[in-house]
């Protein structure tokens, strides 16, 4: 049976079972539905929760250990010629073996026994049933791939007898439990809560898995390029990576392409910031109900807008009338197509904080005769800083970890210069250029993605930490 | 800032004004200018959001329609199957020379000499080079049709479909332009004959992407995303919404639940590259799903809209008056029968609109699935979310990489199509909010 078969009789035994399960409590009540415990659907969900639980779990289970069980001993019979081969080759003849298993499932018996007297033909034969191998399979390989079918196949057979035999065994046992001074409900309430409680941690999971990920295959790099040259090197060159050989020398220094994302994100901020701040002051300040209600939106348009859309906004309009000139300023463009996503961000931000500061502080400015503007100036926004910095931190969060637009519009020379009218790339862009493309996991070449990545992580995760200690350490100074 | 003027002054000249200059004049130029700045601030936003669009659409409106040619071909025996094998080897039907009988209709259409070469080159370049294989499909699929004349629809080749729509420049010399003198001439011939016409470009919303502008569509892009977006919806939208529960209705106030807290706050602020490392290192390297899947990047933009969803589900909820929840508890139901016949069916506009916008962030999203590889060539439209994909910003963002002229116009399209769902889903979200929205 295949997994999604064997998952859908699962979920029919759910359901039978929630029927029985609600039929017998209904039974035992006699009518009288008030001499049970919880109402019957609770008696029929808990019948239901433990005959799917159980048996979707062993299948999650078995579908992750089988596939390494079943691998290890084919490979645990290979001649030991093919035993003493880089793994990376291993690896290669193992895919292979695969192909050959899948291929024999669709030959008949005449066609199979035909194969293995003359193994040379294999090749024509699983060709044609749609089958491509990228070579003639050497004998060894046939044999390993009929163990390798004969083995998925027993183990399918197995787990599809035991999946079903744990949601029976399952449905009995709690149906048996069924009896009118039985807990249902709280029995069943447990289970949610615990599904609840899995349900809020996949968050932390999420953050362990970041870290841990990029972590594993960071530590991999600095195995191969020494931290120290990574951190403060001067010179990006990665050279490429040959294919089964062993690392061309390249160098990894992150201080160019750490100096082009700031500079980028420096000027963007320096658009983004003035106009965000003083949409978000005109807004709250000054602009009729009218006006609010149709440039708000529209800024918030803006934000809404895809970053690629902004990238190719950048490309054709800045490709035809300044291609000249957009070499040189290729940063200063970019950061500028990247502030004007920052717009919006800014001033929805700014906004809020701004609305927030308490009317009295207002009145009593302007009732002692200073003007808006001044009020603005010297009330409203000293009052309103802490909260203004922390969304600015945030903003600079942002535009350091923008990818999409750089990536299209931004050069891709890591050069570290002082003068900004010189193309110039960021850490965003490399981790893209990197990646992309056939990538093996050995060369420090596509590995460096991740050292750069975790280097983003944690500037990105400090500079919003910071912000939110800013932004709750002085939240309540006026209230 | 002010000029205090003495009593004695104003003893000695009375009939002078009594007012003191505290510089009224200079503070409200002052204020005018801080007024004229949120101004252009606003206008600047304003205008750029029209710029953005109305180059985009100037762009792309066009991509909406397609030339095409119709023309009589001869589907001659004589070039295709020479020595009559195709009831014994229907393989010869595959095999045949399909660009000279393409080739031949347009010479003879357009009544060019076939012995000109260049000519007949430069006749054969404005029909599309998939014309060929169009015609294998009908003619494979109909061998019934050899020895006859059927009139068949090809598209016009990129270069034709540009000038046609008026977009290649007639006063540029013609050693720099894609399209030659005599080209436009047969173009015109063509069309007054009626040959030549504008149709609906259905080909942008069916067809796989391809290396000849006007053959490549969104198809493939168009399916992917669907997948993405009933993959991203099915996981986080119950997930989100179990977690906001456990941590709005359930959880003590202990260090472990403060700890979530900051976590998912601060995980909705991560790069979304970061999230693509994540899925490339764990999904693909780790757990060995196949690369350029709907799954995987399905599962990373779950992972990446969670915390949005999350935040706005909680935000939901606890609007939900207390009243409400004391109500419930009162008459004697359990905290999970007050959490979920209740609490939640209150919050729940509050919770799909955040998940609208959330879905609307996620169909957006390029760089992470930058990464997982959902930037491959892909022609065929992937029958389920295990094979081979790509998405709409994905196709955006490699047509936008392409060199020709006519995948600008192609980019703009497929841009136009993103915005409009956008737009659909947002005004979904506003609706939805407008209908359902209470004040407590």
Same mark, same amino acid.
């Given at each position: 049976?295949?997994?999604?078969?064997?998952?859908?009789?699962?979920?029919?035994?759910?359901?039978?079972?929630?029927?029985?399960?609600?039929?017998?409590?209904?039974?035992?009540?006699?009518?009288?539905?008030?001499?049970?415990?919880?109402?019957?659907?609770?008696?029929?969900?808990?019948?239901?929760?433990?005959?799917?639980?159980?048996?979707?779990?062993?299948?999650? =289970?078995?579908?992750?250990?089988?596939?390494?069980?079943?691998?290890?001993?084919?490979?645990?019979?290979?001649?030991?010629?093919?035993?003493?081969?880089?793994?990376?080759?291993?690896?290669?003849?193992?895919?292979?073996?695969?192909?050959?298993?899948?291929?024999?499932? %669709?030959?008949?018996?005449?066609?199979?026994?035909?194969?293995?007297?003359?193994?040379?033909?294999?090749?024509?034969?699983?060709?044609?049933?749609?089958?491509?191998?990228?070579?003639?399979?050497?004998?060894?390989?046939?044999?390993?791939?009929?163990?390798?079918?004969?083995?998925?196949?027993?183990?399918?057979?197995?787990?599809?007898?035991?999946?079903?035999?744990?949601?029976?065994?399952?449905?009995?046992?709690?149906?048996?439990?069924?009896?009118?001074?039985?807990?249902?409900?709280?029995?069943?309430?447990?289970?949610?809560?615990?599904?609840?409680?899995?349900?809020?941690?996949?968050?932390?999971?999420?953050?362990?898995?970041?870290?841990?990920?990029?972590?594993?295959?960071?530590?991999?790099?600095?195995?191969?390029?020494?931290?120290?040259?990574?951190?403060?090197?001067?010179?990006?060159?990665?050279?490429?990576?040959?294919?089964?050989?062993?690392?061309?020398?390249?160098?990894?220094?992150?201080?160019?392409?750490?100096?082009?994302?700031?500079?980028?994100?420096?000027?963007?901020?320096?658009?983004?910031?003035?106009?965000?701040?003083?949409?978000?002051?005109?807004?709250?300040?000054?602009?009729?109900?009218?006006?609010?209600?149709?440039?708000?939106?529209?800024?918030?348009?803006?934000?809404?807008?895809?970053?690629?859309?902004?990238?190719?906004?950048?490309?054709?309009?800045?490709?035809?009338?300044?291609?000249?000139?957009?070499?040189?300023?290729?940063?200063?463009?970019?950061?500028?197509?990247?502030?004007?996503?920052?717009?919006?961000?800014?001033?929805?931000?700014?906004?809020?904080?701004?609305?927030?500061?308490?009317?009295?502080?207002?009145?009593?400015?302007?009732?002692?005769?200073?003007?808006?503007?001044?009020?603005?100036?010297?009330?409203?926004?000293?009052?309103? %800083?802490?909260?203004?910095?922390?969304?600015?931190?945030?903003?600079?969060?942002?535009?350091?970890?923008?990818?999409?637009? =750089?990536?299209?519009?931004?050069?891709?020379?890591?050069?570290?210069?002082?003068?900004?009218?010189?193309?110039?790339?960021?850490?965003?862009?490399?981790?893209?250029?990197?990646?992309?493309?056939?990538?093996?996991?050995?060369?420090?070449?596509?590995?460096?993605?991740?050292?750069?990545?975790?280097?983003?992580?944690?500037?990105?995760?400090?500079?919003?930490?910071?912000?939110?200690?800013?932004?709750?350490?002085?939240?309540?100074?006026?209230? | 800032?002010?000029?205090?003027?003495?009593?004695?002054?104003?003893?000695?000249?009375?009939?002078?004004?009594?007012?003191?200059?505290?510089?009224? *004049?200079?503070? @409200?130029?002052?204020?005018?200018?801080?007024?004229? @700045?949120?101004?252009?601030?606003?206008?600047?936003?304003?205008?750029?959001?029209?710029?953005?669009?109305?180059?985009?659409?100037?762009?792309?409106?066009?991509?909406?329609?397609?030339?095409?040619?119709?023309?009589?071909?001869?589907?001659?025996?004589?070039?295709?199957?020479?020595?009559?094998?195709?009831?014994?080897?229907?393989?010869?039907?595959?095999?045949?020379?399909?660009?000279?009988?393409?080739?031949?209709?347009?010479?003879?259409?357009? &009544?060019?000499?076939?012995?000109?070469?260049?000519?007949?080159?430069?006749?054969?370049?404005? !029909?599309?080079?998939?014309?060929?294989?169009?015609?294998?499909?009908?003619?494979?699929?109909?061998?019934?049709?050899?020895?006859?004349?059927?009139?068949?629809?090809?598209?016009?080749?990129?270069?034709?479909?540009?000038?046609?729509?008026?977009?290649?420049?007639?006063?540029?010399?013609?050693?720099?332009? *894609?399209?030659?003198?005599?080209?436009?001439?047969?173009?015109?011939?063509?069309?007054?004959?009626?040959?030549?016409? *504008?149709?609906?470009?259905?080909?942008?919303?069916?067809?796989?992407?391809?290396?000849?502008?006007?053959?490549?569509?969104?198809?493939?892009?168009?399916?992917?995303?669907?997948?993405?977006?009933?993959?991203?919806?099915?996981?986080?939208?119950?997930?989100?919404?179990?977690?906001?529960? @456990?941590?709005?209705?359930?959880?003590?106030?202990?260090?472990?639940?403060?700890?979530?807290?900051?976590?998912?706050?601060?995980?909705?602020?991560?790069?979304? !590259?970061?999230? &693509?490392?994540?899925?490339?290192?764990?999904?693909?390297?780790?757990?060995?799903?196949?690369?350029?899947?709907?799954?995987?990047?399905?599962?990373?933009?779950?992972?990446?809209?969670?915390?949005?969803? !999350?935040?706005?589900?909680?935000?939901?909820?606890?609007?939900?008056?207390?009243? !409400?929840?004391?109500?419930?508890?009162?008459?004697?139901?359990? *905290?999970?029968?007050?959490?979920?016949?209740?609490?939640?069916?209150?919050?729940?506009?509050?919770?799909?609109?955040?998940?609208?916008?959330?879905?609307?962030?996620?169909? &957006?999203?390029?760089?992470?699935?930058?990464?997982?590889?959902?930037?491959?060539?892909?022609?065929?439209?992937?029958?389920?979310?295990?094979?081979?994909?790509?998405?709409?910003?994905?196709?955006?963002?490699?047509?936008?990489?392409?060199?020709?002229?006519?995948?600008?116009?192609?980019?703009?399209?497929?841009?136009?199509?993103?915005?409009?769902?956008?737009?659909?889903?947002?005004?979904?979200?506003?609706?939805?909010?407008?209908?359902?929205?209470?004040?407590?």
């Amino acid at each position: 049976m295949s997994v999604s078969l064997l998952l859908l009789v699962v979920a029919v035994i759910g359901v039978a079972g929630y029927l029985a399960g609600s039929w017998r409590a209904n039974a035992l009540a006699g009518g009288k539905l008030s001499s049970l415990h919880s109402r019957p659907g609770y008696y029929g969900s808990f019948v239901a929760v433990w005959s799917m639980l159980p048996a979707v779990l062993v299948l999650l =289970v078995w579908i992750v250990a089988s596939p390494v069980y079943i691998g290890s001993t084919v490979r645990a019979g290979f001649p030991d010629e093919v035993k003493a081969e880089p793994q990376a080759t291993q690896n290669l003849n193992y895919n292979m073996i695969g192909a050959i298993a899948r291929g024999f499932k %669709l030959l008949s018996a005449e066609e199979r026994d035909a194969v293995s007297a003359a193994g040379a033909s294999a090749r024509t034969v699983l060709a044609g049933k749609g089958v491509p191998l990228a070579a003639d399979p050497a004998p060894y390989m046939l044999t390993a791939a009929d163990d390798l079918g004969r083995m998925t196949a027993a183990s399918r057979t197995f787990l599809s007898a035991l999946v079903v035999l744990v949601a029976l065994a399952g449905a009995f046992l709690s149906y048996r439990a069924i009896a009118p001074k039985f807990r249902a409900r709280n029995r069943v309430e447990g289970m949610m809560l615990i599904g609840l409680i899995g349900a809020s941690s996949i968050a932390i999971l999420t953050t362990v898995g970041i870290v841990a990920s990029m972590l594993t295959e960071a530590v991999h790099f600095f195995n191969m390029v020494p931290a120290w040259e990574f951190f403060f090197g001067t010179v990006w060159d990665p050279r490429f990576a040959a294919a089964g050989a062993t690392a061309s020398a390249g160098q990894f220094g992150l201080i160019p392409l750490l100096a082009g994302t700031l500079y980028i994100g420096f000027v963007a901020m320096l658009v983004a910031v003035p106009v965000g701040l003083f949409a978000a002051i005109y807004m709250s300040e000054y602009a009729s109900r009218h006006l609010r209600s149709v440039a708000k939106p529209l800024l918030e348009v803006l934000a809404g807008i895809p970053t690629i859309v902004y990238g190719f906004f950048a490309l054709i309009t800045v490709g035809p009338f300044l291609r000249d000139i957009s070499a040189e300023l290729n940063g200063l463009l970019t950061g500028n197509y990247t502030s004007i996503m920052l717009i919006p961000y800014v001033s929805s931000l700014s906004d809020d904080i701004i609305t927030a500061v308490p009317r009295a502080l207002r009145d009593g400015s302007l009732g002692l005769g200073a003007t808006r503007s001044e009020t603005i100036r010297r009330v409203i926004l000293p009052a309103a %800083l802490p909260g203004i910095v922390g969304a600015l931190l945030m903003t600079a969060s942002r535009a350091i970890g923008e990818t999409t637009i =750089v990536v299209l519009a931004a050069g891709v020379a890591a050069r570290m210069q002082i003068n900004p009218f010189e193309p110039m790339t960021t850490v965003t862009v490399k981790i893209v250029n990197q990646l992309t493309g056939d990538l093996e996991f050995t060369s420090p070449q596509t590995l460096v993605a991740f050292a750069l990545g975790i280097t983003l992580f944690v500037i990105t995760l400090c500079l919003n930490i910071y912000a939110l200690y800013i932004v709750r350490k002085y939240r309540e100074q006026y209230e | 800032m002010t000029n205090i003027v003495s009593p004695v002054a104003v003893a000695v000249s009375p009939a002078a004004a009594p007012r003191r200059d505290i510089g009224i *004049k200079r503070r @409200y130029a002052a204020e005018r200018r801080f007024r004229a @700045y949120g101004i252009a601030a606003i206008t600047f936003g304003v205008v750029f959001l029209i710029l953005l669009l109305s180059t985009v659409i100037r762009n792309g409106y066009t991509a909406f329609q397609q030339t095409a040619i119709t023309i009589p071909v001869e589907i001659s025996e004589k070039l295709i199957d020479p020595d009559n094998k195709r009831a014994t080897d229907p393989s010869v039907l595959i095999a045949a020379n399909y660009p000279a009988v393409v080739r031949d209709a347009i010479v003879k259409q357009l &009544g060019i000499d076939p012995s000109k070469r260049t000519e007949v080159r430069e006749a054969a370049a404005m !029909i599309s080079k998939g014309a060929p294989i169009q015609l294998r499909n009908l003619v494979v699929a109909n061998p019934a049709l050899i020895g006859t004349t059927v009139n068949v629809t090809f598209l016009a080749d990129a270069n034709i479909d540009s000038a046609n729509k008026g977009q290649i420049d007639l006063n540029v010399p013609e050693a720099n332009r *894609k399209v030659s003198d005599t080209q436009i001439g047969w173009m015109n011939q063509l069309k007054s004959s009626g040959a030549i016409e *504008k149709q609906f470009n259905t080909g942008l919303f069916t067809s796989g992407n391809s290396s000849r502008p006007e053959a490549a569509g969104l198809g493939v892009a168009l399916v992917g995303s669907l997948y993405l977006m009933l993959i991203v919806l099915a996981l986080s939208l119950p997930i989100g919404v179990a977690a906001s529960i @456990y941590l709005e209705e359930f959880a003590p106030k202990n260090k472990l639940t403060v700890l979530i807290e900051v976590n998912i706050n601060t995980l909705a602020a991560v790069p979304s !590259i970061v999230y &693509g490392l994540l899925g490339l290192s764990v999904f693909i390297n780790f757990a060995g799903f196949p690369r350029s899947a709907s799954l995987v990047g399905g599962l990373v933009l779950t992972l990446m809209t969670l915390p949005t969803i !999350i935040i706005a589900t909680r935000a939901a909820l606890r609007a939900v008056p207390p009243s !409400i929840r004391s109500a419930a508890l009162g008459l004697g139901a359990s *905290k999970m029968q007050m959490v979920f016949h209740h609490v939640l069916p209150l919050a729940m506009p509050g919770i799909l609109t955040g998940t609208i916008i959330g879905l609307a962030h996620a169909l &957006g999203e390029t760089a992470p699935l930058l990464l997982i590889g959902m930037v491959a060539f892909v022609a065929d439209i992937p029958g389920t979310p295990l094979e081979p994909s790509t998405a709409l910003p994905v196709q955006i963002y490699m047509w936008a990489n392409e060199a020709e002229r006519a995948f600008v116009e192609r980019t703009s399209g497929a841009i136009i199509v993103l915005l409009l769902f956008l737009i659909l889903m947002n005004l979904g979200a506003i609706l939805l909010r407008r209908r359902f929205e209470r004040r407590w």
